[in-house]
């Protein structure tokens, strides 16, 4: 179906490929898995397959690259389209209408198909996706999950043969990532749809894969083979699979329930040592009562409602993140975590209850003003680029931040080593260009932190790199408030969390109580070890170097 005759792609002004002598079939029927650290040259593999990469990228292709038997160099995307359905890594940047039923409906009224097979098409993919209550909502209104899901929709209802995905789970919470993975594998195995995914998030994939295909980045060829051959020494791996690294298992396990299996004489053993001591996070800090104190530190939401037209986002919101927490907010996708740090920044007027930021009100507060008190990393951080080089961004921020020279530029190469500082910041790889927000927010050093989802786009390395900011940032005494639905995150850093549903606070308590507590949001070697006491790896070393 897909064939890839070594090939390569260089970038103008690059000093190597961005990939390398790719040499690859994937048959009809195949769901093929790209993994490899943030900007290693997935997306670029991706774009070869419907002729983006090179007709609007630019840059110099070499090689062969033909799918259904059309060659992608005599073959522009338009040309492609009735064969490969692509979901970028942005859905706001595919969408043509602004209505969620006509975002559905327009790829099919570009090829022409009845009105009767579009009706039909529309409402299978309306319950496919679970999208059906949101058929009548403006796409600027969804929450970023929300447009993932409308994104994969509108795709799937031309019924292409090839389906090409760049991190399609990345917005999603845990259920909705679950939903799509199950609508992709009924796809695959059903229709013998073709499947090229590119996804960080491996936990929720890899077990999936009927074959990996390593990225390297570093200017050597991707290599391709069995998911849990090619795992042993990929240089990006899920928590599962560094466990059962760690613990020398053979076969790999690539899934919760091998891992289990496998685990169960070691968790045996671990049981039967003393217990160990509670963890830093769970005692450096004591988690505060659901009733907001009246003291105004760190981030203050009183009883705040806020309505986006006829729906109500939040409902009567009390909330409060005291210096030197890292509380992580979750829920699934609509349930108000961005619109509660729209709330805390003075983009959303409540219509009752307040919002102080140590004891101010955000919505009065203004450009340096209020980016000395909260600093906010949005769901789209390229919103907040505007340089034409990144080394031009990372000046700027410095002078806004009032901070010595290349403080932010230190920041950034600690998130995402090695980024070209002559890119346009459009160039960069989504990850990076989340890092690159960050590093810009963190140079100001705010004593409030808001994050909307860190961790799309990045790698385990970059994530690492976060977690150990975040430490960094909580243990100088700011208040850190992350909305993400990175599980694995939470369990790593945040010392609470905090879950909205339809608005309201459902759950909220120290971080080892409420994930393990919660099939949905407990982290992988935290399900693989129960009833050990474990959440993450950087828990379970310690008592493995013991047992």
């Not at 399609?168 to 594998?185: C, F, I, K, M, R």
């Not at 699979?241 to 020398?248: D, K, S």
């Not at 945040?494 to 949001?521: C, N, Y």
Request: charge should be negative; include cysteine; charged fraction near 25%.
């Amino acid at each position: 179906m897909i064939r890839f005759e070594h090939v390569s792609v260089t970038y103008a002004g690059a000093d190597r490929p961005a990939l390398c002598d790719l040499d690859l079939e994937v048959a009809e029927g195949e769901f093929v898995l790209v993994v490899g650290g943030t900007g290693s040259g997935k997306s670029t593999l991706l774009g070869t397959v419907n002729g983006l990469v090179p007709h609007f990228t630019g840059g110099t292709l070499r090689g062969r690259v033909t799918v259904a038997g059309r060659d992608t160099r005599t073959h522009p995307p338009r040309e492609l389209a009735d064969v490969v359905g692509v979901v970028p890594q942005d859905p706001l940047s595919g969408f043509v209408t602004d209505m969620v039923e006509d975002e559905l409906a327009y790829g099919m009224e570009s090829i022409g198909l009845a009105s009767d097979v579009m009706r039909r098409r529309v409402e299978e993919t309306l319950d496919l996706l679970g999208l059906a209550a949101l058929r009548d909502r403006p796409l600027l209104t969804l929450s970023g999950g929300e447009r993932q899901r409308v994104a994969i929709g509108a795709v799937l209802t031309c019924h292409p043969r090839v389906l090409v995905l760049d991190e399609p789970t990345s917005a999603l919470d845990p259920g909705a990532a679950e939903e799509v993975l199950a609508a992709l594998q009924r796809l695959v195995h059903d229709l013998g749809m073709t499947v090229l995914m590119s996804e960080h998030r491996l936990e929720r994939v890899v077990q999936y894969a009927d074959r990996v295909v390593v990225v390297p980045g570093d200017g050597a060829p991707p290599r391709a083979g069995e998911p849990a051959e090619l795992m042993r020494d990929a240089p990006v791996a899920p928590p599962v699979v560094e466990l059962g690294r760690l613990a020398g298992w053979s076969p790999l396990p690539l899934s919760v329930r091998d891992a289990r299996r496998a685990a169960a004489p070691l968790r045996e053993r671990l049981a039967a040592l003393p217990p160990p001591p509670a963890s830093l996070l769970e005692t450096s800090l004591t988690p505060p009562d659901n009733d907001v104190s009246s003291r105004d530190a760190g981030l203050v939401v009183r009883g705040v409602t806020v309505r986006h037209g006829p729906v109500t986002a939040l409902r009567e919101l009390s909330l409060q993140v005291r210096p030197g927490e890292l509380v992580a907010l979750m829920g699934r996708n609509g349930a108000g975590k961005s619109t509660l740090l729209g709330a805390a920044v003075g983009q959303y007027r409540p219509a009752a209850g307040s919002v102080r930021v140590d004891g101010a009100d955000p919505a009065a507060l203004r450009g340096a003003a209020l980016v000395r008190r909260i600093g906010l990393v949005p769901q789209q951080p390229a919103d907040l680029l505007v340089a034409s080089e990144v080394r031009a961004e990372c000046a700027a921020g410095d002078r806004d931040a009032d901070v010595a020279p290349g403080t932010t530029r230190a920041l950034l190469e600690r998130l995402a080593p090695g980024i070209d500082e002559t890119l346009h910041p459009r160039d960069l790889s989504e990850g990076q260009r989340l890092a690159l927000v960050l590093a810009l927010i963190l140079a100001a050093a705010p004593p409030v932190l808001l994050l909307d989802e860190p961790t799309r786009g990045l790698d385990y390395a970059a994530k690492a790199r976060l977690a150990e900011i975040l430490r960094a940032v909580r243990a100088e005494g700011r208040a850190v408030l992350l909305a993400t639905h990175d599980v694995e995150l939470a369990a790593e850093v945040a010392t609470r969390v905090v879950v909205l549903a339809d608005g309201e606070i459902v759950a909220d308590g120290p971080t080892a109580e409420i994930v393990v507590g919660s099939p949905m949001f407990a982290p992988q070697v935290a399900k693989v070890m129960h009833p050990v006491p474990v959440l993450t790896l950087t828990d379970l070393r310690p008592l493995l170097a013991t047992s």
